[in-house]
């Protein structure tokens, strides 16, 4: 139950993803530390019940791996552009500007502050790249599949692109690029704070240890879901194209 008498820096300091919810409705948690969310809300012009309603909602469970092993292939590549979407627009953009806007209080670790700022936009840079042509490459050739095997397909097409892609080198590429945030959490030494460092490196820290682990899920998710239905479904494709060659 979100006490709205508290101040935004103890209900940041309660649960660091709050910290999102209130950027989403404009309000820099680390602006406005010393003053209540009732004060906050009212200063805006917000409905404090709306604010109050997705502070308590922010933390709703997720698909299981399990529950995404039964969908279909094209429910899967859509809940992986949904995740991508998060990412790309949603997260990033969020952590972006908590790093940008670390400031010079942060004493505790200066060259650190100096460096995240350096680091991190190039980390999504890379990041951001890796997505599109993952889904300008495996997902557009894995949709081309599924296709077909509904009977919906140019066979010149068909054929041209199964010639040009491989499942087998998709799934060695992706497993290269597994670890994502290898850079960053060597360079903070997996996410360590010294104690008493602000509240604001500290939650920055905590967003970059939960950006980790839903990237971990999301790649089990390609690699263990995703992958090993498509390169079911590639076979049935090629054994489908190779009964019809005997008919024709």
Known sequence: MIKTEKKINELVAEDYVLGYVLHY?????????????????????????QVVQELESIRKPSLSQAQLQAYPIEIIIQY??????????????????LVEDLSDRCQCQPCLVHDLKILF??????????????????????????????????PGEL???????????????????????????????????????DLHLQVLFAELQALEDDLKIHAQVEDEILL????????????????????N
């Not at 992986?80 to 500007?97: G, V």
């Not at 199964?162 to 850079?183: I, K, P, T, V, Y």
């Not at 590639?234 to 489908?240: D, K, L």
């Open 121 to 154: 936009p190039l980390f999504v840079e890379d990041f951001i790249h890796h997505i599109h042509e993952e889904e300008d490459t495996l997902f557009k050739y894995v949709l081309l599949l599924h296709q077909a095997s509904k009977g919906h397909y140019s």
């Open 228 to 247: 090993l239905k498509a390169m079911r479904l590639e076979q049935e494709v090629r054994e489908m194209l190779r009964q019809k060659a005997q008919y």
């Open 25 to 49: 409705f404009g309000i820099p948690f680390y602006k406005y530390t010393e003053e209540t969310l009732q004060a906050v809300c009212r200063q805006k012009g917000l409905n404090m019940h």
């Open 159 to 197: 054929h041209y692109q199964m010639q040009q892609n491989s499942l087998s080198r998709f799934a060695l590429e992706h497993h290269d690029h597994d670890d994502e945030m290898r850079g960053i959490r060597e360079f903070t030494r997996n996410y360590y704070l010294e104690p008493g460092a």
């Open 80 to 97: 992986l552009r949904h995740a991508h979407y998060r990412f790309i627009n949603q997260k990033l953009p969020y952590m972006a500007r």
